[in-house]
């Protein structure tokens, strides 16, 4: 009898947003109906793309070097866990995917697009996420949540507007796949926006 295949679901967001703290409790929502469940994220999720992300993150770089970095991780991760899982019938929960590199990449760097769907199509074979959560939040509320949680990295360290245009690119990715993106408005406490998430998710019938 063969395997039924599982769920791809990804979390989306300007840093700070919040996306982060709902991965987990999501999680123990899915496996508590008796499902098999994957979290991880991206940059990352394999030996290989950790040791990526850390460049990513941490070194300096132009957007060219940046983006074909973030797409080796990313087909890495898909090869030698995303795609088993799936296979397997697992649910998979990954903190971040492609829309994030159209978001940073494309709208905060102003990388071209048109390179990035190429990229895209090479790396992920016409892969997409099942579902998409975006977490959305205002640029100058996300930077008072960051301030307060951690010292910033690479990105986290960008101004205001760097925010704004990843935060408009995100709209953008939205409004192009709406069956797939679901608006999680981040405003309000996290058991607000946690019971937000779990309707948008329960209403797809899933579990």
């Not at 797409?71 to 995917?97: E, K, S």
């Amino acid at each position: 009898m063969a395997v039924a295949p599982g769920r791809f679901i990804t979390f989306e967001g300007i840093d700070g947003a919040g996306k982060s703290s709902h991965i987990e409790p999501l999680a123990d929502w899915i496996r508590a109906q008796g499902h098999e469940v994957l979290l991880t994220r991206e940059p990352g999720g394999t030996p290989l793309a950790e040791n990526l992300r850390e460049l990513v993150l941490h070194r300096r770089m132009d957007a060219l070097t940046e983006t074909l970095l973030v797409f080796a991780a990313r087909r890495d991760h898909l090869q030698q866990l995303i795609l088993p899982a799936l296979a397997r019938g697992a649910t998979v929960l990954c903190d971040r995917f492609t829309d994030a590199t159209y978001a940073y990449q494309g709208g905060g760097r102003g990388f071209d697009t048109a390179v990035l769907a190429q990229l895209e199509a090479w790396v992920q074979q016409g892969r997409q996420p099942d579902l998409t959560l975006w977490f959305d939040l205002p640029a100058p509320l996300a930077a008072q949540r960051r301030a307060a949680a951690r010292a910033p990295d690479r990105f986290e360290s960008q101004d205001l507007e760097f925010f704004a245009r990843v935060r408009t690119a995100y709209k953008s990715r939205a409004q192009m796949s709406p069956g797939r993106f679901e608006t999680i408005d981040a405003l309000g406490d996290r058991e607000q926006v946690w019971s937000r998430v779990q309707t948008r998710v329960a209403a797809r019938g899933w579990y």
